[in-house]
């Protein structure tokens, strides 16, 4: 198989990048727009390819979002057709990150690789009939192989949010000699409620095979590749910019920014690697139309690209139909995700729908969609129950279930009875995100505290 | 067949090897390997084969007790797959019968000399255009989403299970003519010409506390693997209070009375997730309970549970809370939800195995009928559960790639029966 779009390909920016990284947060400038490579950093690198660079770590983070040290480089490869569904593999260095696995103080396990030697193997599913990215577990495996042999056990890989690849599945896995490799993919079934075009689909497993090679110029490219920014910046609140997930070389260039700095929804570091980003300027308006499909999801591009891979960014506010619950507070339905009610910092977007809309049944629909604050990510495997209050009096009790909708993508969803201004609707979070964490997130949607809503004033 | 190294092994993964490959020269490479030509002292079995128990499953009685009183298994397996060579007759029953009853002779029924079962698959009976009468023995079939197992469509499969490696294979090698004396006692009906060997259908395994540590230069077993766990995932198994006992999996009623069925699944284990990412805090939330975690309950291989798994009717019945409110489910407090009447359905005599050169179980459970080990199955796949897959006990670490039913008929019944032996 051909591998594709070497993000970070001008690697070996990554000393001179931290300023560019504080640019950045300052305000997206486009900087390093000449990406002179720094040479000698590249010479010295190659003398001696190191597998895994070093992992810097953030001092007392705060408990949510935040900054982290670096940005990590990757390798794209070209997605592969499974069935309905397409994968598209990412590839890293291994690196730590955070299993989460349950609530208490002991559910959360930092998580370091056996093996310097190996990739972080990572892939996005999504449906390729309404382009909705899958963000939940139910079994997928891999195996790798080498020449026909497997290469060690089969792995379920975690479910994980990176503020760069968004929603993925994923795990470090050891590769003891350069060579190149197989990876069978399997999906099984669709066990997650599924509703409007999912309703009755994906309900058959599939399976995807992919190749890649691991070798110097993996490591010179993706080892080589990680920028680490300004330690000022580190653990800062805000979240790294998605990665751009197509393949370029066209595009107009340079000054396409704006739009992000227009809505603010990023206070962060995206920024290098500016000629892949050059393709945001067509995304970043678009972000504003809020398909199921879009965040970065290459719109024009798609015609003439076929490696453009959705990131899993959830629709804006405005995408949502019915009656958005807001902090009672505030009394406002504020313009971005970012400014929604929290609790954990993740964003709660509910809205309750008329009976009259597809998802309700007979009664009002509750839909309570949770997702990262900067970057939209949804946040799946958590468990949560709403409690609906009129004048003080409950008139129901729901637990929330997990679905997947074709338009509004991840969310949980219950029947609720129709409501007034000034009803309440609280949120009580069981379970936070039983999801692994890259860095930057592990700190947050963990605790979890109550969420009081209320139905605004029309 | 290649033997193993010596020189790259330790001794007893060496002899661990040799179980794996089988045959007349591992037999005598293991022998050589323990110190003697005439192998172990190995205490020689009844002069009147009659004398054993109705049940070939019924092992317990002779098998040694932990300290806490918890049945243990032999140490070292394997599973014999046997394709029928020949028309099922008196003659074919006849060798069977003398070539089993050689092994009575020659070996004390247990620990120290060999305990062993055969089995038919319903692919056996086929022949006779029926099932066993009053058995529920179904083709095997998936028995998860996630799932494409193969499956044993051999006729019938030995299980031979023995402490002393070389043992299991002199038994073996005695069974197919590759061996004129087993411990000792002259081999005058061996099964040739009725069964033939599946070598590829082979496999084996061990299973006792040290074990698995000692298998930490097969790749996918880390280090980690606790210096005095029985079992590849780092805990003991197999409380009493957790296995059903011989009565309750024997089957009452019709020819077959006195049998039992038995299911295979064979599965590989993903044991770099299990100790090099998680702490042991999961690992027992995971296993066991949640609560048995909160409440260290366990200790670091299971050994302060004593002779109870410590699954508790509130522990059982807190599974569903337990997903949804706590987002893990251990593996044995929802696999309990299918007991009966309080009673687990289900006699494991699973073991750990290394074959293919990956870390794997081969899973052995004995039950009434197959249906109860599906209903035990459905009980540990958790759909009904809201929980993500990862947490939902120990599903996201197996992978189940063979499966296989079998009729394990009481010993006057096991020289190829009949669909209906009264008729
Ligand atoms: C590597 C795989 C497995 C491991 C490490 C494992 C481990 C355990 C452990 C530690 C227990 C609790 C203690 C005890 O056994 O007394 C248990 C119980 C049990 N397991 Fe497994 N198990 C595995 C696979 C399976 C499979 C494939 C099944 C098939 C359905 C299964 C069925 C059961 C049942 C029925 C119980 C007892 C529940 C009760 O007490 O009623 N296990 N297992
Ligand atoms: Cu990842």
């Known amino acids: ?458 | 067949m290649t033997l193993p190294d010596q020189s790259a092994l330790s001794r007893r993964d060496y002899i661990r090897a040799l179980v794996a490959v089988g045959g007349a020269s591992a037999l005598s490479a293991c022998l050589d390997a323990v110190g003697s030509d005439d192998g172990p002292d190995v205490p020689s079995g009844t002069d009147n084969p009659a004398s054993l128990p109705d049940r070939q499953h019924a092992w317990n009685d002779a098998l040694a007790r932990d300290d806490d009183g918890n049945v243990q298994l032999p140490d070292h397996h394997v599973l014999v797959a046997l394709s029928l060579e020949t028309e099922v007759d008196d003659e074919a029953r006849e060798t069977t019968e003398q070539a089993l009853r050689t092994l009575e002779r020659a070996y004390e029924w247990g620990h120290e000399g060999l305990v062993f079962t055969i089995g038919y698959t319903p692919a056996y009976f086929d022949r006779f255009e029926a099932s066993p009468a009053e058995v529920d023995l179904p083709e095997p079939e998936p028995l998860a989403d996630d799932e494409t197992p193969e499956y044993d469509e051999f006729d019938a499969l030995l299980h031979l299970a023995s402490d002393h490696p070389s043992v299991v294979l002199e038994a073996e090698a005695g069974l197919f003519g590759e061996r004129d004396r087993v411990n000792g006692l002259e081999v005058e009906t061996d099964l040739t010409g009725v069964f033939d060997r599946l070598d590829d259908r082979r496999r084996t395994g061990f299973i006792g506390e040290g074990l698995p540590a000692e298998h930490t230069d097969v790749s996918g077993v880390p280090d980690a693997v606790p210096e005095d766990a029985p079992f590849f995932m780092g805990f003991r198994a197999g409380f009493t209070d957790s296995q059903a006992t011989e009565d309750r999996v024997t089957i009452e009623d019709g020819p077959f009375a006195g049998g039992t069925t038995q299911h295979i699944s064979s599965m590989a284990i993903n044991l770099t997730q299990w100790f090099d990412q998680e702490n042991h805090y999961q690992r027992v939330s995971k296993l066991f309970s949640p609560e048995h975690a909160d409440e260290e309950l366990t200790g670091s291989v299971g050994e302060a549970l004593g002779a109870s798994s410590g699954l508790t009717t509130d522990r059982i019945e807190a599974t569903e809370v337990d997903a949804r409110e706590g987002g893990v489910v251990g593996h044995a407090q929802k696999a309990a939800r299918a007991r009966e009447d309080g009673q687990p359905l289900l006699l494991r005599r699973d073991f750990n195995t290394v074959d293919g050169d990956q870390p794997g179980l081969h899973f052995l459970a004995l039950q009434r009928g197959i249906d109860h080990f599906v209903r035990v199955r459905e009980a540990m796949n958790g759909d009904d559960l809201d929980v993500a897959t990862a947490n939902n006990g120990i599903l996201h670490y197996l992978f189940v790639d063979r499966r296989g039913n079998y009729l394990i008929p009481p010993r006057p019944l096991r020289a190829l029966p009949s669909a209906d032996p009264t008729s």
């Open chain 1, 1 to 458: 198989m051909q591998e594709t779009n070497a993000i970070n390909r001008r690697t070996f920016v990554s000393y001179t990048a931290a300023t560019a990284g504080v640019l950045a947060l300052a305000g997206c400038a486009d900087t390093d727009g000449t990406d002179t490579d720094d040479t000698d950093t590249d010479d010295t690198a190659e003398d001696d390819l190191e597998t895994m660079p070093e992992f810097l770590e953030v001092e007392d983070p705060p408990d949510a979002v935040y900054v982290p040290t670096h940005r990590e480089a990757m390798r794209m490869l070209e997605p592969v057709e499974a069935g309905d569904m397409m994968v598209a593999p990412m590839l890293s260095y291994p690196h730590p990150f955070w299993i989460v696995a349950g609530t208490g103080a002991d559910s959360l396990e930092r998580t370091d690789p056996e093996d310097d030697r190996g990739v972080h193997m990572m892939f996005t599913v999504w449906d390729r009939e309404t382009g909705v990215v899958l963000p939940v577990d139910d079994g997928a495996q891999i195996q790798v192989e080498r020449d026909g042999e497997s290469v060690g056990s089969p792995v379920s890989p975690w479910t994980m949010i990176s503020q760069e690849m968004g929603f993925h599945f994923g795990d470090n896995v050891s590769l003891p000699e350069d060579g190149t490799y197989t990876v069978e993919v399997t999906l099984p079934p669709l066990s997650t409620r599924t509703t409007g075009d999912l309703e009755g689909r994906l309900e058959e497993s599939a399976t995807a095979t992919f190749e890649f090679t691991y070798d110097d110029e993996f490591r010179h490219e993706v080892v080589g590749g990680v920028e680490y920014f300004d330690e000022d910046i580190w653990g800062e609140r805000g979240a790294l910019e998605p990665m751009d997930h197509g393949e370029h070389g066209h595009g107009d260039d340079g000054h396409d920014h704006g739009d992000h700095d227009d809505h603010g929804d990023h206070e962060e570091g995206h920024n290098h690697d500016h000629e892949d980003h050059d393709d945001h300027a067509d995304h970043d308006g678009h972000d504003d139309e809020h398909d199921h499909d879009d965040g970065h999801d290459h719109g024009d591009h798609d015609e003439h690209d076929h490696h453009a891979v959705p990131y899993s960014a959830l629709p804006e506010i405005d995408a949502y139909p019915g009656t958005i619950l807001v902090d009672p507070e505030e009394g406002d339905v504020p313009d971005v995700t970012e400014d929604l009610p929290e609790s954990g910092d993740a964003r709660f977007l509910a809205t309750v729908l008329e009976s009259d809309h597809r998802l309700a049944e007979a009664e009002a629909y509750l839909l309570v969609s949770p997702r990262t604050p900067y970057n939209r990510v949804p946040l799946a495997d958590m468990s949560m129950t709403a409690t609906v209050e009129r004048d003080g009096e409950v008139l129901e009790e729901s637990a929330l279930e997990q679905t997947i909708d074709g338009t509004y993508d991840l969310h949980y969803g219950a029947s609720v009875p129709e409501l007034e201004a000034g009803d309440t609707v609280t949120i009580e979070t069981e379970t936070p995100p039983q999801v692994a964490r890259h860095q930057g997130y592990e700190t947050a949607f963990l605790e979890m505290p109550l969420l009081e809503l209320q139905v605004p004033e029309q």
